[in-house]
């Protein structure tokens, strides 16, 4: 006849599983931010290709700063990356999960608040313009088309009297983009889109991976591109197709622009 377990005998099992469900756990978790750190790379890689696509549809020419007034690449892109556009209220609006990095906490309904959501590095950015749009990412104002700027003579950016306008000239269309495998497109950010500046302040060390609200706007432009949503870490997509997993400071060193120095 078989024993019962003695309450040590239980007491002992119970401590291996604590033990092992310990020892698990921080893979596990581990395991899932790698997840999502991959899910991330690959929206800016679809968004970064998107706006290729787009392109080639459109004789080569990059997105508008706007289409008109208040209108943002995500409805630019929206057809082709799956997005969801609709009606309410008399607004459009823009959504879909490839705008949003799953470490971004979405905090905040496209109605029917007016008032922005801008410059949290742990939450996605809300847009409520004419058209209502939210996101996790941050597109490199440089590559837009200036074409059009002339059409909205309030609008402050982008701007033909910025110094890397005038060093750079600015590509319009596909084919004169240079250094496609170097220039940044979209990467994780707390804004719809900037234009970063090599004078832009570095924070200090300790602050990568602890930004605040209250920190990030003293970064000039590239404080848009400041979140915490992988630590010291962030995802960005290249106008030639590929993307990148890297640390924070080094969007100091990417070439927004042709002329863009080395990174100090």
Not at 114 to 127: E, I, L, R, S, Y
Not at 167 to 179: A, M, Q, T, V
Not at 189 to 195: E, M, P, R
Request: proline letters at 6%; charged letters at 20%; hydrophobic letters at 35%.
């Amino acid at each position: 006849m078989r024993k019962a377990f003695t309450l040590i005998e239980l007491l002992v099992v119970i401590s291996i599983i604590a033990l092992l469900i310990a020892i698990l756990l921080p893979a596990l978790s581990q395991a899932r931010a790698s997840g999502r750190l991959a899910q991330c790379l690959s929206n800016t890689r679809q968004l970064g290709t998107a706006i290729y696509t787009y392109a080639v549809d459109n004789k080569e020419e990059l997105p508008k700063y706007l289409q008109r007034e208040d209108v943002v690449w995500t409805q630019t892109l929206v057809d082709y990356v799956g997005g969801n556009e609709w009606r309410q209220s008399g607004q459009t609006l823009i959504d879909g999960e490839v705008y949003l990095c799953p470490d971004s906490q979405v905090d905040g309904e496209l109605l029917p608040s007016a008032t922005n959501v801008q410059g949290d590095p742990d939450k996605a950015w809300v847009f409520r313009g004419a058209v209502r749009a939210r996101g996790s990412y941050t597109m490199n104002g440089y590559l837009f088309t200036t074409r059009y700027e002339s059409q909205y003579p309030s609008i402050a950016w982008p701007r033909t009297d910025n110094r890397y306008y005038n060093e750079n000239g600015f590509p319009d269309i596909l084919s004169n983009i240079r250094l496609p495998s170097e220039r940044p497109i979209f990467t994780d950010g707390n804004w719809i889109d900037g234009w970063p500046d090599e004078d832009d302040p570095r924070p200090p060390a300790g602050d990568f991976g602890n930004f605040t609200t209250a920190n990030v706007g003293g970064h000039g432009m590239l404080g848009r591109f400041l979140t915490n949503f992988h630590g010291n870490k962030t995802n960005v997509s290249f106008m030639d197709g590929h993307g990148e997993t890297i640390e924070t400071r080094q969007l100091w060193d990417l070439k927004w622009v042709p002329t863009w120095k080395d990174g100090i």
